[in-house]
C-alpha cells in the first residue's frame, strides 16, 4: 500500500545551517527535529532526506563526508528512537571544480529527480506528500513535483520569506517557525 512521505531538507531544516558542513563537528541537529521525527514515523508517513550537497562538485569536501554526515545524523536521531526512512543528495554542480560531479543534472533542486529516486525506492502517495525545507528552492521543488511545500523560518528561512518570496510566483502551501511546528500541523496535532 502506498505511504504519503514527508521530504525534508537537512541543512536549515533538520540541522544548523552551518553553510558547508565540512567536518563532522559542524553539525548539530535543531530543537524538536527528533521529536519531529519520531512523531512522522508514529503516524506513518515515510521520512525522506532530499539535499543539495554542492560543496562535493566545489571541491570543499570528498563525497565520503557526505556520507559520514548523514550516517551521523542517522545515529543521532536513532538515539532518540527517530528513524529516517531514506536519505537522498545532490553532490551536483554544473560549475564545480571536480570534473565528475561538474554538470547539469536532474537531481539538484528544485529539479525534482531527489524526489524521483525516493518514488523508485518507496511505494509513495505523492499526493499525500509533503516537502518542508528552508528555501525557496524546497518550494520550487515541490510545485514542480506537485506536493504541498512549507516552508519554515529556521536556517535561511526568515531571508527566503522577507526577500526572495515577494518576488516569486510560486508560494509555499504553509509556513510554520520549525520543522516541528509543521509536523505537528502534518499530522493534525495542537
Same mark, same amino acid.
Given at each position: ?6 521530504? $525534508? ?9 552551518m553553510g558547508?558542513?565540512?567536518? &563532522? ?28 550537497? !554542492? ?17 551521523h545524523m ?27 560531479? !561538474?554538470? !547539469? ?9 531527489? &524526489? ?15 516537502? $518542508? ?5 524546497? $518550494? ?9 511545500? $512549507? ?23 504553509h509556513i ?15
Open positions: 500500500m502506498r505511504k504519503p512521505a514527508v521530504f $525534508i531538507d537537512r541543512d536549515g531544516t533538520i540541522n544548523e545551517q558547508y558542513i565540512n567536518h &563532522i563537528s559542524r553539525f548539530s541537529l535543531l530543537p524538536r527535529s527528533a521529536e519531529a521525527i519520531r512523531l512522522l514515523n508514529s503516524k506513518g508517513y515515510l521520512t525522506i532526506v532530499v539535499s543539495n550537497q !554542492s560543496g562535493v562538485a566545489r571541491g570543499y569536501f570528498p563525497i565520503e563526508l557526505v556520507n559520514q554526515v548523514n550516517e542517522r545515529n543521532l536521531l536513532k538515539a532518540e528512537n527517530a528513524n529516517i526512512d531514506g536519505i537522498f543528495f545532490c553532490p551536483h554542480h554544473p560549475h564545480g571544480s571536480v570534473p565528475e560531479y !561538474s554538470f !547539469s543534472c536532474d537531481c539538484r533542486k528544485p529539479k525534482t529527480g531527489l &524526489i524521483e529516486k525516493a518514488c523508485k525506492s518507496f511505494d509513495i502517495d505523492l499526493k499525500r506528500s509533503f516537502v $518542508i525545507g528552508d528555501t525557496y528552492t524546497d $518550494i520550487e521543488m515541490s510545485y514542480r513535483a506537485n506536493v504541498n511545500g $512549507i516552508l519554515v523560518k529556521t536556517g535561511y528561512g526568515l531571508g527566503e520569506i522577507e526577500h526572495v518570496l515577494p518576488n516569486k510566483y510560486i508560494k509555499p502551501t510554520f517557525r520549525d520543522f516541528y511546528k509543521a509536523v505537528q500541523w502534518i499530522t493534525g496535532l495542537p
